[in-house]
T-cell receptor
């Protein structure tokens, strides 16, 4: 069983602060996806990282895939109240019996106070 | 994720009834996945289907649950004789045919099932 450990589970910060969310596993993933989920809605894809060491930027969000493709991080610079939500990492493996299924982390509930 | 359609958005059933959840994938997508999100828990994989084929159902409960993705029409997740423990949000996701970034899955808005 592949497990994705996501931390922290809860994060409450003030507007303007920086934050990092971590996603760690002992398993290697072919790709890792980050989603954001609003209450009552489905997860919305933010980014997919596929190459070890890859860094992708989406405005104030920076995503990194570990060199060994076992871990990933999401860094938000100068957080805003609009960033509030549930952030999920999900790993995918290509090939074998795990092909096609995403393994999700437990999620990080981020609250940004004005 | 606006391209993946799920209906109904909310479904209320009494114990023992059947629940049918529908999912239409994004245009051009031929892979469909179902996930369940229980209260206070993360998303858990249930089943992976391609047209007329179940590829991986390792996450499906052995009894009462079934899924299909017919040649024509939406994918259906069917729960027979529902129990209170089936109350959850059920999400469908789709991805393009092999050859693209096959690992990227796009989610629908979900169906919230409540069993009374």
């Amino acid at each position: 069983t592949q497990l994705l450990e996501q931390s922290p589970q809860f994060l409450s910060i003030q507007e303007g602060e920086n934050l990092t969310v971590y996603c760690n596993s002992s398993s290697v993933f072919s790709s890792l996806q980050w989603y954001r989920q609003e209450p009552g809605e489905g997860p919305v894809l933010l980014v997919t990282v596929v190459t070890g060491g890859e860094v992708k930027k989406l405005k104030r969000l920076t995503f990194q895939f570990g060199d060994a493709r076992k871990d990933s991080s999401l860094h938000i610079t100068a957080a805003q109240p609009g960033d509030t939500g549930l952030y999920l990492c999900a790993g995918a493996r290509a090939g074998g019996t795990s092909y096609g299924k995403l393994t999700f982390g437990q999620g990080t509930i981020l609250t940004v106070h004005p | 994720n606006a391209g993946v359609m799920q209906n109904p958005r909310h479904l209320v059933r009494r114990r023992g009834q059947e629940a049918r959840l529908r999912c239409s994938p994004m245009k051009g997508h031929s892979h469909v996945y179902w996930y369940r999100q229980l209260p206070e828990e993360g998303l858990k994989f249930m089943v992976y289907l391609q047209k007329e084929n179940i590829i991986d159902e390792s996450g499906m409960p052995k009894e009462r649950f079934s899924a299909e993705f017919p040649k024509e029409g939406p994918s259906i997740l069917r729960i027979q004789q529902v129990v209170r423990g089936d109350s959850a949000a059920y999400f469908c996701a789709s991805s393009p045919p092999a050859g693209g970034l096959t690992d990227t899955q796009y989610f629908g808005p979900g169906t919230r099932l409540t069993v009374l």
